[in-house]
């Protein structure tokens, strides 16, 4: 201001501004503007003079008069609920209609850069401010940097995890990270893809179900969200803007409004997270072209709920492993020709190990020794998808059951020696697994009465290598 005002003075000139209007009526905020208008400094004013000359809608103008006057107040939020309540003119008015007015009008300033919006809160921009706001808008941001924001948002502010436990097994699966298809970072078997409001598939979830059917993914349908869209990439031209603007000269008053949109900026990232938050629980979710009805606020939560049904639809045989937790220090137990790791010593064996022993036999047949790695990738990839470790102490039990035979380098192992082998994951590819030759029952008979006369005593299981 050029001068000090009466406020009583400026009461005046609106209730003459009012004096014709019917009783009922109420002062709205922005005629206040007019009482100050004759004291304001023409350059301050100047954008509000501009927007009367240029606006052929005197609401919009009626807003930012509004927006105005409530800019230094800072204990003001000016959202547009009290946008609204600054600008009622009268009790019975229509507030639903009034507030789809005023977002018309404030999504007519913004874009004609009068005001700037950071969240839920508009802002009236001096003659500086509007200046560096063009600039911000005219700064080109690369799509990859756009969708490496979103990237950090969803995956590593959001959901965080890496591996996502299998509560049923207890076992942790890594996941590819995919963002509207894109693979992003390192590929495993099990992915999860987050169709973004980038995305035009995000308003056409059949489209992505259809893709879904023969994929080993869990699919995460956002709604389509055009001003989270164009929230993000201002978020991303401030980022730029600010950094590249604190490498220049000084401008104190420049350097104060850059300041400023910096601090702005971090309230908007948070802004996006919680909106982004809220995009992800209320998303669509497909497994194998399965919808899944899965309730909760917490994104988190019902990411890692989904992922639970993607592991069993996947990984079908996984329940062959009856739920048993396997550690490392079982495989020395499976390695002892007495172990009664999978139930009582020569009681037979359980489906798991059959499966691991099937397939030993079948690359035998073809000529073809494995290796104890190839059976760690073959039986931790579909339909499988056991741990690492329960392969290992199959594989170990076998051998400690006289099924088959395991060498390294030609060396025959068995009991303690196979155990620290197949702990070390540097030598698990000299590791190779032959079955053990096939005996009769009648040859197996032979041998028990053998030792009965040789011993006086009753042999101890049936299995031929135990004999």
Not at 29 to 43: N, P, T, V
Not at 264 to 273: F, I, P, S, V
Request: charge should be negative; charged fraction near 30%.
């Amino acid at each position: 201001s050029v001068g000090e005002r009466s406020m009583l003075g400026v009461f005046q000139e609106v209730a003459k501004a009012l004096a014709e209007r019917p009783v009922g009526g109420l002062a709205t905020f922005d005629l206040m503007f007019e009482g100050i208008r004759s004291a304001l400094k023409s350059s301050v004013q100047q954008s509000i003079q501009i927007a009367e000359r240029n606006l052929d809608d005197d609401f919009a103008v009626r807003v930012l008069k509004a927006l105005f006057l409530v800019k230094y107040v800072k204990e003001f939020k000016p959202t547009v609920r009290n946008i609204s309540i600054l600008l009622l003119s009268e009790f019975e008015l229509d507030q639903a209609g009034q507030r789809r007015k005023i977002e018309d009008a404030l999504a007519r300033l913004e874009r004609e850069t009068y005001i700037q919006r950071n969240g839920e809160v508009y802002e009236f921009l001096t003659n500086e401010e509007k200046d560096v706001e063009a600039e911000i808008k005219a700064l080109e941001v690369d799509p990859t940097e756009i969708t490496k924001a979103l990237e950090t948002l969803a995956f590593d502010e959001i959901l965080r995890h890496r591996k996502i436990k299998h509560l049923a097994t207890g076992y942790e699966y890594s996941f590819s990270r995919k963002l509207d298809d894109h693979l992003l970072g390192r590929e495993y078997e099990l992915s999860i893809n987050i169709v973004s409001p980038i995305n035009d598939a995000s308003a056409n979830p059949d489209a992505v179900r259809m893709q879904n059917m023969g994929r080993e993914e869990l699919a995460i349908v956002l709604q389509p969200d055009v001003r989270f869209v164009r929230d993000l990439t201002l978020f991303k031209q401030t980022d730029k803007f600010v950094r590249q603007a604190r490498s220049g000269a000084p401008q104190p008053g420049r350097d104060r409004i850059v300041l400023e949109k910096g601090e702005q900026n971090a309230r908007r990232g948070k802004d996006l997270e919680l909106r982004l938050r809220n995009l992800i629980a209320a998303s669509r979710l497909f497994v194998r072209g399965d919808e899944l009805d899965l309730g909760g606020e917490d994104p988190q939560e019902r990411i890692v709920k989904a992922f639970q049904a993607l592991v069993d639809k996947v990984y079908v045989n996984l329940p062959m492993l009856r739920g048993v937790g396997y550690v490392e220090a079982d495989i020395a137990k499976a390695a002892s020709p007495n172990s009664n790791l999978f139930g009582e010593a020569g009681t037979g064996l359980i489906e798991a190990e059959q499966d691991v022993l099937n397939h030993i036999q079948a690359q035998a047949r073809n000529g073809v020794k494995v290796s104890a790695k190839y059976l760690t990738e073959r039986f931790g990839s579909k339909p499988y998808g056991w741990p690492t470790v329960a392969t290992l102490c199959l594989s170990a039990s076998l051998v400690g059951k006289g099924k088959c035979e395991a060498r390294s380098d030609s060396t025959l192992l068995e009991g303690v020696e196979l155990a620290r082998a197949l702990n070390n994951s540097h030598v698990l590819g000299n590791i190779l697994f032959t079955p053990q030759l096939e005996f009769t029952a009648s040859q197996i008979r032979a041998a028990r009465d053998l030792y009965k006369e040789l011993f006086g005593l009753p042999a101890d299981g049936t299995e031929a290598r135990v004999l």
